[in-house]
C-alpha cells in the first residue's frame, strides 16, 4: 500500500501542477471536494460489497450497478441506514473515469453528481451531518479561474479527478494515510495562501478528543466545534465505533 509520505508527496506536486494561477485557498476546495466524494464512493461500494458477499476478485461496480437496477431505493436505504448517505451507480467517481475513458466526460456530469448527493442527503438523512459539503458557493465547476472555456475547465477537472483515480480510499483511511494526507494538505494551502492553518481546519487533536466523546456517547447526536473553521465529520464503519480522523468539512 502506498505509504503516508509518498501521497502527500503525489497529490502536492499534483495540486500545484494543476492549480496553475489559482489561490491555494481557494482550490483547495476542488481538491479536498473531489479527493471527499472519492472516499464517498468507494465507502458505497465497499458497503455494498461487504452486505452483497462479494470478494475482492468480484467487480463490485459492475454488480452495484446490476444489483440497484433490479432493487433500487430499497438498496439505496440498505446503505443509507449503515452509512448515512448513498451514491447512486451513475453518480459514482467511478462513473466519472469511466466516462473520461470512453471520452465521453462532461463537467455537468460531476455537478449533477455532486448537487443529488446534496440532495438524496436532504430526503433520506434526518440530520445534517452531509449538508452543505459540495455547495455551488464551495465547487463552482462553472468559475472561470479553473478555466477560461468548457474546454479548458473540463481537461483541468478530468486531471484533477485523475489524481485520486487508483486511490482506495476506504483501505487508506483505515491505516489513517487518508486522514494524514489530508491534514498536510489543509496545512500546505494554508502556508501557500499566507494563512494559519487553524483558518483552514479543527486541529487534529481537538478533533481525536471530539471523535472520542461521540464514539463512546451514544446518546450525542451532535457536537459543537469551538474552532469553527472547519468543523468535524465523524465516520465510523459499519461494524465498529472507530472514527475516522482528519476528514474535515470545510
Same mark, same amino acid.
Given at each position: 500500500?502506498?505509504?503516508?509520505?509518498? &501521497?502527500?508527496?503525489?497529490?502536492?506536486?499534483?495540486?500545484?501542477? $494543476?492549480?496553475?494561477?489559482? @489561490?491555494?485557498?481557494?482550490?483547495?476546495?476542488?481538491?479536498?471536494?473531489?479527493?471527499?466524494?472519492?472516499?464517498?464512493?468507494?465507502?458505497?461500494?465497499?458497503?455494498? #460489497?461487504?452486505?452483497?458477499?462479494?470478494?475482492?476478485?468480484?467487480?463490485?461496480?459492475?454488480?452495484?450497478?446490476?444489483? *440497484?437496477?433490479?432493487?433500487?431505493?430499497?438498496?439505496?436505504?440498505?446503505?443509507?441506514?449503515?452509512? %448515512?448517505?448513498?451514491?447512486?451507480?451513475?453518480?459514482?467517481?467511478?462513473?466519472?473515469?469511466? !466516462?473520461?475513458?470512453?471520452? *465521453?466526460?462532461?463537467?455537468?456530469?460531476?455537478?449533477?453528481?455532486?448537487?443529488?448527493?446534496?440532495?438524496?442527503?436532504?430526503?433520506?438523512?434526518?440530520? !445534517? @451531518?452531509?449538508?452543505?459539503?459540495? #455547495?455551488?458557493?464551495?465547487?463552482? $465547476?462553472?468559475?472561470?479561474?479553473?478555466?477560461? =472555456?468548457?474546454?479548458?475547465?473540463?481537461? =483541468?477537472?478530468?486531471? $484533477?479527478?485523475?489524481?485520486?483515480? !487508483?486511490?482506495?480510499?476506504? #483501505?487508506?483511511?483505515?491505516?489513517?494515510?487518508? %486522514?494524514?494526507?489530508?491534514?498536510?494538505? &489543509?496545512?500546505?494551502? #494554508?502556508?501557500?495562501?499566507?494563512?494559519?492553518?487553524? /483558518?483552514?481546519?479543527?486541529?487534529?487533536?481537538?478533533? /481525536?478528543?471530539?471523535?472520542? &466523546?461521540?464514539?463512546?456517547?451514544?446518546?450525542?447526536?451532535?457536537?459543537?466545534?469551538?474552532?469553527?473553521?472547519?468543523?468535524? &465529520?465523524?465516520?465510523?464503519?459499519?461494524?465498529?465505533?472507530?472514527?475516522?480522523?482528519?476528514?474535515?468539512?470545510?
Amino acid at each position: 500500500m502506498i505509504t503516508s509520505e509518498e &501521497i502527500k508527496v503525489r497529490l502536492w506536486n499534483g495540486a500545484n501542477e $494543476l492549480r496553475g494561477s489559482m @489561490d491555494a485557498s481557494r482550490y483547495k476546495d476542488y481538491m479536498l471536494g473531489l479527493m471527499f466524494y472519492k472516499f464517498l464512493s468507494d465507502q458505497t461500494l465497499k458497503t455494498f #460489497a461487504t452486505t452483497a458477499g462479494l470478494s475482492s476478485g468480484d467487480d463490485w461496480y459492475e454488480e452495484y450497478k446490476e444489483a *440497484h437496477e433490479e432493487y433500487g431505493a430499497e438498496l439505496e436505504k440498505m446503505i443509507q441506514d449503515v452509512l %448515512g448517505y448513498f451514491v447512486r451507480p451513475e453518480h459514482l467517481y467511478q462513473t466519472w473515469i469511466k !466516462d473520461m475513458n470512453s471520452g *465521453h466526460f462532461e463537467v455537468q456530469k460531476v455537478t449533477d453528481s455532486l448537487s443529488q448527493f446534496e440532495r438524496s442527503i436532504s430526503v433520506t438523512n434526518g440530520s !445534517d @451531518d452531509f449538508q452543505g459539503l459540495f #455547495a455551488n458557493s464551495t465547487l463552482d $465547476l462553472s468559475d472561470t479561474a479553473l478555466g477560461s =472555456n468548457l474546454n479548458e475547465r473540463s481537461k =483541468n477537472i478530468q486531471a $484533477l479527478i485523475r489524481l485520486f483515480e !487508483d486511490l482506495d480510499m476506504v #483501505a487508506l483511511q483505515q491505516g489513517d494515510v487518508l %486522514g494524514d494526507a489530508y491534514e498536510y494538505l &489543509i496545512g500546505k494551502f #494554508a502556508m501557500e495562501s499566507g494563512k494559519k492553518a487553524g /483558518e483552514f481546519y479543527t486541529p487534529h487533536q481537538v478533533s /481525536e478528543v471530539m471523535a472520542q &466523546i461521540v464514539a463512546t456517547k451514544g446518546e450525542i447526536a451532535s457536537i459543537y466545534d469551538p474552532t469553527v473553521g472547519s468543523r468535524v &465529520i465523524i465516520m465510523t464503519t459499519a461494524d465498529s465505533n472507530d472514527e475516522y480522523r482528519g476528514l474535515a468539512r470545510y
